[in-house]
């Protein structure tokens, strides 16, 4: 079945440093969405990728979906304190239903000041 | 977003007994989803389902039933609470049109067995 790992688990960083996170999957996928979780909070949808080899950019963050369309990776530059909380990717393996939408493990991510 | 809204929001119950979760959207998307969330396994899709009355079982199914007799609410119903069972569960809707869309979380139900 379907499996997507995310890499790493924690992440420390000093503010002004950067920070990524990777997503992979057994199976191709038909999309990979991120998601952010505050602490204590609820996920919040940052952005969905469709297209093999997408780059996407929101401010700061860079989302790239591979070319095989098997991987994933979320880029922030200069991190902030803002940043602070779980990234997650998404993916819903390709031929398989809407509804089998199956979330990595997520990368907490710590920015001290 | 007041648009999904999850009760209760926290709830503490014993081993054994039955305990429902409710979920209400007003968006009348198609798609909704539970999710658990536990430290170390991130979120894992309990049940899906797409329209009213059609659901699905998702990664982790067992001692969980859910319902959608009104596409506006997804219930989600353990009926003999394990302390296993102790999590933070998060319904979700979408509307998917040829993929699955942006999901839209409740604000969680943090369920503790005892």
């Known amino acids: 079945g379907q499996q997507v790992m995310q890499i790493p688990q924690y992440q420390h960083v000093q503010e002004g440093e950067d920070f990524t996170t990777y997503c992979n999957s057994s199976t191709t996928l038909s999309n990979i969405q991120w998601y952010k979780q505050r602490p204590g909070g609820h996920p919040v949808f940052l952005i969905q990728l469709v297209k093999s080899g997408e780059v996407k950019k929101q401010k700061r963050l860079t989302f790239q979906f591979g070319e095989a369309k098997k991987n994933s990776s979320l880029h922030i530059t200069a991190t902030q304190t803002t940043d602070v909380g779980t990234y997650f990717c998404?993916?819903?393996?390709?031929?398989?239903?809407?509804?089998?939408?199956?979330f990595g493990r997520g990368t907490q991510l710590t920015v001290w000041p | 977003d007041a648009g999904i809204t999850q009760s209760p929001r926290y709830k503490i119950t014993e081993t054994g007994r039955q305990v429902t979760l409710m979920c209400h959207q007003t968006w009348s998307h198609s798609y909704m989803f539970w999710y658990r969330q536990d430290l170390g396994h991130g979120l894992r899709l309990i049940y899906y389902s797409a329209a009213a009355d059609i659901t699905d079982k998702g990664e982790v199914p067992d001692g969980y039933v859910v319902s959608r007799s009104k596409t506006e609410n997804f219930p989600l119903t353990l009926e003999s609470a394990t302390r296993s069972q102790t999590s933070v569960y998060f319904c979700?809707?979408?509307?998917?049109?040829?993929?699955?869309?942006?999901?839209?979380f409740g604000e969680g139900s943090r369920l503790t067995v005892l």
């Open positions: 998404a993916g819903r393996e390709r031929g398989s239903t809407l509804g089998r939408l199956y």
């Open positions: 979700a809707s979408t509307v998917a049109r040829g993929d699955t869309g942006e999901l839209f």
